[in-house]
């Protein structure tokens, strides 16, 4: 028989960890159980092994609200945040709730029995089991964990060398003393390149077009003086609201005026590497700032492996892999002994799962996005999507506090089904504006938003929290499915 909760969360990295969290604060009469497909918690900090993996947002924000981050540096390396997530999923005993090597395959919603019966694969062998649950949030990240992107290049099979995706890091790659090129500009190349360059002969990267580059310290001083004056808890909120303030000012600033503050950002670059380099050519985009996420290096690391010559940058296109090394369309030979392909991630909603409504399938990107969180037309269904200008966490523990809101008027007005439904007067637009490749690629695969609230993805913290922790719930959601009558037991 199907195990049943009442809450099925599906993923146990920062989204699901957190969700257990708020799950256990303001639903405690509920019971919940965590899928991870995964062997062990931590999501993208515990899929990613590539060297110098790390967040590009500071740890005061993509921290959780209800668990200080205490270690000295604001950016921080993967291993310390798997070890932050580890610690509180076993502080709070959500670990306990955690089923690993379950990887859920399918959902179907019955309406006669307000409930999602979940498909799950699990353990080495697959073995299919099911879950039944009255609610079901997805918190499995917002990209494909079998494979990153990767385009077609012509000769590949010629490349004598080694060729590496970030998504699938090999143990033991010896990269000391080897020529490394590393295709693209984004998070990843800029990460990799100037760790790879410490012990690399030279690290290029390679870029089709520039992307904008920012340094910051790792440590942030007023945060590290907080600390050192007052409780944990209490410099840690301070820092934390200091943080999303300067981060929705810089954004409003750069979105309002995008020429003074892309003029401003390539300055900074030319700063660091002096008036002699081709900054015009190598780290001047054409878009806007924030039309695709900036790239963040913590104490310019970047910046300082091109000054000292272990790491370059090229701006060109690629016409084919040769034996040593990769042709330019310009002609020119990029010669390498690995070839690591930062060529992006593959975007997928809710883990590519199938859900079925009633023996009907339903396709959640045909759907418009309530919230950024629930679907039209899809019951007791949710899910974790953060920020694309700001930290994951702050949505999404805004989002699992919500649920947690939704779920108790259920239980106070006696019904099981909440249920998203479009008015008539809604205009559909794309769910997200970026430009970047990784998301245009994929933009058929996420629902729509709608012109006004509760249909609009704001992108923007304050509102959110206005919308989602003070707003009501009512407004284009129907609450539906009233709990039977009980039937009394004859004597």
Known sequence: MAEHFDVVVVGAGISGIGAGYFLQRDCPDRSYVILEGRERLGGTWDLFRYPGIRSDSDMYTLGYSFKPWTEAKAIADGPTILRYLDETAREYGIDRHIRHQHRVVAASWSTPDARWTVTVERGAERERVEFTCNFLFMCSGYYNYEAGYLPQFEGREDFAGTIVHPQHWPNGLDYAGKRVVVIGSGATAVTLVPEMAKSAAHVTMLQRSPTYIVARPSEDGIANW??????????????????????????????????????????????????????????????????????????????????????????????????????????????????????????????????????????????????????????????????????????????????????????????????????????????LTFTSGYVQRAIDRFPKQGDKRPWRVHQNYTLDLIDLKFGGIDAGMEFSNPEPARVREPA
């Open 226 to 431: 907080l600390r050192r004056k007052l409780p944990a808890g209490i410099a840690y909120r301070l820092t934390r609201t200091k943080n999303i303030a300067l981060g929705q000012f810089f954004y409003r600033i750069a979105r309002r005026k995008p020429d003074k503050t892309k003029a401003r950002l390539v300055q900074m670059v030319r700063d660091e590497l002096g008036p002699d380099y081709d900054v015009a050519t190598h780290f001047t985009p054409r878009y806007n700032p924030w039309d695709q996420r900036i790239c963040l290096v913590p104490d310019a690391d970047l910046f300082a492996a091109i000054r000292d010559g272990s790491a370059s940058v090229v701006t060109d296109h690629i016409e084919r892999f040769e034996t040593d090394g990769i042709r330019l369309k310009s002609g020119d030979l990029l010669p390498a002994d690995i070839i690591v392909t930062a060529t992006g991630l593959d975007m997928q909603l809710m883990g590519g799962i199938p859900f079925t409504v009633d023996g009907a399938r339903v396709d959640p990107a045909r759907s418009l996005g309530y919230k950024a969180m629930m679907y039209s037309d899809i019951p007791n269904l949710a899910s974790s999507f953060g920020y694309t200008n700001a930290s994951w966490t702050l949505k999404s523990d805004l989002t699992c506090a919500y649920v947690c809101r939704l779920l108790n008027a259920m239980k106070k007005r006696g019904m099981r089904q909440v249920t998203p439904r479009v008015g008539a007067d809604v205009t559909q637009e794309d769910f």
